[in-house]
């Protein structure tokens, strides 16, 4: 079957970083996604990996590992902001995606 | 970035009525859209996916006769609760991708529903 893992909640303090794991199995692989999603909003696209590496975009970075079936978001420099639930998805080879429960990520000063 | 415009963004219906949601992709053709539900403090649920022009495609638990799901072009796809109930209240999401279907798919705003 397919199935998502990431963990269900994280602390962390302001100013630090955080990395939120996730891993996959799918049928067949077009990528892996991570999105924001603050509460009673939609989820906000973070970003896209299909290739094995790490992509930096400012704050956020988002490593990915197609033959462990792993990825990882890294959130730096934390913002109280980031406060949020972030999910992992990944898109099958039916171009559906997969998504994962989220991780509730909390922020402290 | 892509748009993906949703409507309402919230809507309070009473029990017994039927509420369409409307999704556009509002800057590029969406040859697929998908349709999901989600819970208070849960993950999103996908309910269906639809292709331009063909029947939706559920997943399993989801009803056909009570969501119903239109994806007449290329940018414009609808969902409708018929005889909605307190139970469907929730958060409805669209999401569309393109023509190349291994890009990111773009969200709509959601749709908060109240039935009462």
């Known amino acids: 079957g397919q199935n998502i893992d990431q963990p269900t909640e994280m602390t962390a303090t302001e100013g630090a970083i955080v990395q939120i794991n996730c891993t996959y199995q799918?049928?067949?692989?077009?990528?892996l996604f991570w999105y924001q999603q603050h509460a009673g909003e939609a989820p906000t696209f973070l970003s896209y990996n299909v290739l094995d590496g790490l992509e930096e975009k400012g704050r956020f970075s988002s490593f990915l590992s197609r033959s462990k079936g792993y990825s990882y978001l890294l959130l730096k420099e934390l913002q109280m902001k980031d406060s949020a639930s972030y999910l992992c998805a990944a898109m099958d080879s039916n171009y559906q995606l997969i998504w994962g429960a989220g991780t509730k990520l909390i922020i402290k000063p | 970035g892509a748009v993906v415009s949703q409507h309402p963004s919230w809507v309070i219906c009473k029990s017994g009525t039927s509420v369409k949601i409307e999704c556009r992709s509002l800057?590029?053709?969406?040859?697929?859209m998908f349709w999901y539900r989600q819970f208070p403090k849960q993950s999103l649920m996908l309910m269906a996916t639809?292709?331009?022009?063909?029947?939706?495609?559920?997943e399993q638990g989801v009803e056909k006769d009570k969501f119903l799901i239109n994806h007449a072009s290329l940018t414009l796809s609808t969902l409708t609760v018929t005889s909605a109930h307190p139970e469907d209240s929730s958060f409805y999401i669209c999401s569309a991708t393109g023509l190349s279907g291994n890009t990111e798919a773009f969200f709509g705003q959601g749709t908060r529903l109240t039935v009462v």
């Open positions: 800057d590029f053709q969406a040859t697929t």
């Open positions: 799918t049928s067949g692989f077009n990528g």
């Open positions: 639809s292709n331009e022009g063909s029947k939706a495609t559920y």
